[in-house]
Structure formats: structure tokens, C-alpha cells
């Protein structure tokens, strides 16, 4: 039986699909409260008609009309190209901005919303299966659901696994697995992990370091030239990301590792991949902060730094679906930031309301189009107001916005970076 760290039943109040199995553990039977256990009513027979049985209000053939029925909403969506301009809202407003009426799109050119992960219609579209870290759960059996390492020593920091990860079975009964936390290597005990420091002679995750700003450093890495790290590194990823498997190849990808200076080295933070030719505009592939660095702001530094490298490419992206729920959670509110912060920095001219598009939105932050609309209305900012579109900023969102940049100290400076992209589309350059 799942259970959480704690000892209470992962299951009492939500289905097994329902609940994240991060920190999932079995307990012994001795943690168990039998005293507690609710078992399952017996549903009323439901009434007959023509004799024959009726089908229950939860039926999936009855869902399955419900989602058929499902009409385009009625509230329009705002045209990708229609300026916007500044207009009170109520007195109440420091800043609000209006856009000219234009066509009415299509619903399925919003992208996904908040909740949505997979495809529109309800079928998830096939898994990828090029990649090093893939989102596919076709293995999700008895033995992956688990987590299986018990606690991971990189470097000065001990860390417990929250998934699991494919690591050799002879190391997962381990009580400790210790990993070199400059080239990812691992080895049974502590004393392989000290013969191995005296041979190996990094300091720094192998790659070119195209970015230093203080003690913040990024490395690219190539995945097939550095084969052997990459692999490493998407192994120690695995057991902090649930919804992805693991494939070997990770030649397709370029891994852009963050750390941390000291004068012992370059210590790993966290890193983002994305594939070296994407058809979808991704941007990033996987994204992870190691959890002794979570909640300090470094996970929208990776995101910054993703977006940094697609304006240098002359490009728009988003990350790969779907996210975690931290992932959703860091990409939502950078999303909102950062729109929030060009709306605010509009300035009128001539007496007139500022004016802007949703597409050059996405050309100023290299935002995809599709995240700038869905994060629109994840904020409640547009409206339709006599003929126009209407983008409220209400003073409560402008004081929030101020508070929360206030707390955001780490920022990218552009000037740091020396990136100069390649055109992977030349398979020589593999």
C-alpha cells in the first residue's frame, strides 16, 4: 500500500490518479490505522425504462456526449495583432490598457490552458521517443511507481530522491548512493567515491561556459560529444521528475547546466535541456532545480535564461509539454512577470493610450503567442468593453507585480552572454 512519508493513506481522500506521487513510500502494516478504513457504498439500482436498465449519471458513454456537446466559449478572444491602448477601469485603476476590435479567433488557437497538458480533443498526442528524459508512461508498472533510491550524497549537500530512476539494481538497496558532483559518476560507497575524486580532474561540468555574472555560471553541453555526463546527469534528473522516462540517446539534445562558483569549483544548481532541432518551437525539453536550491529564485533564472538564448536565435518557444506541477507552478508565474512587466512599461504618446499586440509581446520576451493569450486569462486581464478588447491592470495586480520583483534579486544580464547559435539543420554539426 502507497503511503506518504507521514504514515496517512495516500488514497483517503483522493484516487491513486489524482494524487502526486512524489516522497511515495510502502509502509508495513504496522503504520496502518484499520480503525479508519471507509469501504465502498453500494450504488442504487437506477430506474428502468422499456425495460430496459438506465445508465448512471457518471457513465463514460455519457461523458463521452458531454465533451461532443462542448461549444467554442462564448467570450472572444483577442486578435494577435490588434494594438493595445491605456483605459480606466472604474477610477480604480493605475494602469489599463484596451485593444481595437478585430476578428475573432478560432478556439483552438489559444493553446492550453492552465490545466491542459494534452492534446484538444482529449487524445494525448504519441510520445516523442528521441529524447534522453521523454513523456511517455507506458512503463508506469509495479517497479518504476516507487521510488527507489533511499538518499543520494552530491557533493555537500544529501539529497532524497522523490521518484524513481533507473540507476543499476545493485546500488538501489544502497542506504546511501554517492555521486562525484563534478562529472555525475556514481559509486557504491564512500570510498569509491574518493578514489575517484583523486583521478578525476574537473571543476566544472564539462562544455563550454557561455554565461558568468558573479558566482553564476552556464555551461552548454553538447549530449554527443558528452555522452557519458549527459547520460549522468539525466539519471540524477529522473529522480526528481515523474513525468518523464528515460532514453540512453541523448545525442539529439544540448544540456544547459547552471552552478554555482566557489573556490572548490563549479557546484551544479540545476540545468534545462532542449532538443538541437525542435519542429514545435520548444525551448526547453526538461528543466530542474535541485531541491537544496529550490525556493531562491534559481528555477525562473533557468527559464530566463531559456527565453535569453531564443531571442538570441531570433526565435519565440515554450517548454516542452507536459510540465510538472512545480514546472507549471515557476513557468506560470515568469509568464506573468514578464508580461506583466512590459504592460507597465508602456508609455503613452502624444496624450494618447500606449499601444500594443500580442504579437510583439511575443517579439519582445520571445514568449510563444500561445502563452501570452492563456496567460492573459490566467490573470483575468482581458475583457470585451463596447466593440474592443480590454486589458485591465487593476491595482491590485500592479502592487503585487511591484512586491513580488522587489523579492526577485537574481536576474539575466544579457551583456554576460556569449552565445553564438549553430544551425543544427547541417547533420555535420552533430
Not at 509568464?335 to 500594443?356: A, D, F, H, Y
Request: proline share 7%; charged share 30%.
Amino acid at each position: 500500500m502507497r503511503g506518504d512519508p507521514g504514515g496517512s493513506l495516500a488514497s483517503e481522500l483522493l484516487p491513486f490518479s489524482a494524487v502526486n506521487k512524489r516522497l511515495d513510500e510502502w509502509v508495513t502494516h504496522d503504520r496502518l490505522d484499520l480503525k479508519k478504513i471507509q469501504f465502498p457504498k453500494k450504488e442504487a439500482k437506477t430506474p428502468t425504462k422499456n425495460g430496459l436498465p438506465g445508465s448512471r449519471p457518471g457513465s463514460p458513454e455519457r461523458e463521452v456526449k458531454r465533451k461532443v456537446e462542448v461549444v467554442s466559449p462564448a467570450t472572444p478572444v483577442p486578435s494577435e495583432t490588434a494594438p493595445a491602448s491605456v483605459f480606466p477601469q472604474n477610477g480604480s485603476a493605475r494602469r489599463a490598457l484596451a485593444a481595437q476590435p478585430g476578428r475573432k479567433r478560432k478556439s483552438n488557437c489559444l493553446g492550453t490552458d492552465e490545466d491542459s497538458q494534452d492534446s484538444s480533443d482529449g487524445i494525448p498526442s504519441a510520445p516523442r521517443m528521441t529524447g534522453s528524459l521523454v513523456s511517455d508512461r507506458s512503463h508506469d508498472d509495479i517497479v518504476t511507481r516507487m521510488k527507489n533510491i533511499e538518499c543520494i550524497e552530491l557533493g555537500r549537500h544529501r539529497l532524497k530522491p522523490w521518484y524513481f530512476s533507473p540507476y543499476p539494481q545493485e546500488l538501489t538497496a544502497l542506504p546511501v548512493l554517492y555521486l562525484c558532483e563534478f562529472c555525475l559518476k556514481y559509486g557504491k560507497s564512500l570510498k569509491c567515491l574518493q578514489r575517484h575524486l583523486t583521478k578525476c580532474d574537473l571543476r566544472h561540468p564539462p562544455g563550454n561556459e557561455i554565461y558568468r555574472k558573479g558566482t553564476i555560471s552556464f555551461f552548454e553541453i553538447d549530449g554527443r560529444k558528452n555522452k557519458s555526463y549527459s547520460q549522468n546527469l539525466c539519471l540524477l534528473a529522473k529522480c526528481f521528475l515523474d513525468h518523464k522516462t528515460l532514453y540512453y540517446d541523448t545525442d539529439p539534445f544540448l544540456f544547459y547546466v547552471m552552478t554555482e562558483y566557489d573556490c572548490k569549483g563549479f557546484h551544479i544548481v540545476g540545468y534545462f535541456s532542449k532538443e538541437k532541432e525542435s519542429t514545435e518551437d520548444y525551448n526547453v525539453a526538461c528543466i530542474l532545480t535541485l531541491p537544496p536550491y529550490q525556493r531562491r529564485g534559481y528555477g525562473k533564472l533557468l527559464i530566463e535564461f531559456s527565453y535569453e538564448l531564443s531571442k538570441v536565435e531570433g526565435k519565440t518557444g515554450t517548454p516542452e509539454k507536459p510540465l510538472s506541477d512545480l514546472g507549471l507552478l515557476s513557468y506560470r508565474s515568469y509568464w506573468s512577470q514578464t508580461i506583466l512587466e512590459i504592460l507597465m512599461g508602456l508609455k503613452s504618446e502624444s496624450g494618447e493610450r500606449p499601444q500594443i499586440t500580442i504579437n510583439e509581446i511575443s517579439e519582445i520576451t520571445s514568449i510563444k503567442k500561445e502563452d501570452v493569450i492563456s496567460t492573459l486569462q490566467y490573470l483575468n486581464l482581458i475583457n470585451y468593453y463596447k466593440g474592443q478588447y480590454i486589458l485591465t491592470l487593476s491595482e491590485d495586480i500592479v502592487d503585487g507585480h511591484e512586491r513580488a520583483m522587489l523579492k526577485r534579486l537574481l536576474r539575466i544580464d544579457s551583456k554576460c552572454l556569449h552565445f553564438t547559435p549553430k544551425d543544427w539543420s547541417k547533420r555535420g554539426k552533430w
